[in-house]
């Protein structure tokens, strides 16, 4: 993996950069005569993951970071959207109209809530590019640039599901942890967990299929306990940090 931790300006490679988001912007003018409809289902969840973390990356490359909170260039960021079809799609409405997935972020869950015409209009509208079903395990592909989100990958129709399960483990393996008789667990889990359906048995399960004998073995001891005193969800950190596959960096 590539951690890229920071966005600075670097006035040698800026032109480099110009030219480069002028080649994105003009590949991004041809999703406008793109239909998702048409797709198969693995090809339509296959586009959705790769749009959503274009589009995030395309606008952190493009607006950059702000130091003044007052700005919440974060939240403006994730707002940036594509034309797709004639839909005009941001992060938040592929996370959640398309794909079905809780937002990582809980701030902007929680305003999408709370907020009367958006609640309005999830309870008598469905999205025109919503999956025929949710897929939960979208999660561990989606990244909004923050901290605790999974890396960045690129997928493909053919391999989606394998690939999908494949980025579910990795990030157990690098973010469950047993310490102290206690079982902590990635925030990013829990809202998959609530997006499945499952029950924190099977949560505990699922991370045990992932990890090694060792760590099962430091699980067990934990888990000598009722399973819901023993368990704690890790805070989401939003604070800015991607992590890329370094296949997808060359």
């Known amino acids: 993996m590539i951690i890229v931790p920071r966005i600075q300006i670097d006035a040698d490679k800026f032109d480099y950069a110009s030219k480069m988001l002028e ?6 003018q041809r999703l406008e005569k793109i239909n998702p409809t048409k797709m198969t289902h693995e090809e339509q ?16 490359l493009a607006y950059g970071l702000h130091d003044d909170k007052r700005m919440k260039s974060t939240e403006m960021i994730l707002k940036a959207a594509y034309n797709v079809g004639g839909q005009s799609v941001n992060a938040q409405i592929i996370q959640n ?23 309005s209009m ?58 102290r008789q206690a079982l902590l667990l990635p925030k990013i ?13 099977h949560v505990v399960e699922l991370v045990c299929e992932s990890i090694s004998e060792a760590q099962q073995k430091a699980i067990r001891l934990c888990l ?17 940090r991607y992590v890329v596959h370094r296949d997808l960096a060359e």
């Not at 969840?45 to 990356?57: D, E, G, P, R």
């Not at 889990?189 to 048995?201: S, T």
């Not at 000598?224 to 800015?240: A, T």
């Open 23 to 28: 080649t994105i912007r003009s590949l991004i």
């Open 45 to 60: 969840l296959c586009f959705w993951i790769n749009i959503h973390n274009a589009l995030v990356m395309h606008a952190f």
């Open 97 to 119: 109209s398309i794909l079905g997935c809780q937002s990582h972020r809980p701030s902007l869950w929680v305003r999408a809530l709370f907020t009367p015409t958006k609640r």
């Open 122 to 179: 999830a309870a008598t509208a469905r999205h025109p590019y919503a999956l025929q079903h949710s897929e939960p395990i979208a999660h561990f592909a989606l990244s909004t640039g923050a901290f605790s989100d999974p890396p960045v990958r690129l997928y493909t129709a053919k391999k989606i599901y394998h690939q999908l399960e494949l980025a579910r483990a990795e990030f157990i393996q690098a973010n469950v942890m047993a310490r």
């Open 189 to 201: 889990l829990h809202y998959y967990a609530k997006d499945a359906a499952l029950e924190l048995r």
């Open 224 to 240: 000598r306990r009722r399973i819901d005193k023993c368990v704690e969800w890790l805070p989401y950190k939003s604070s800015f």
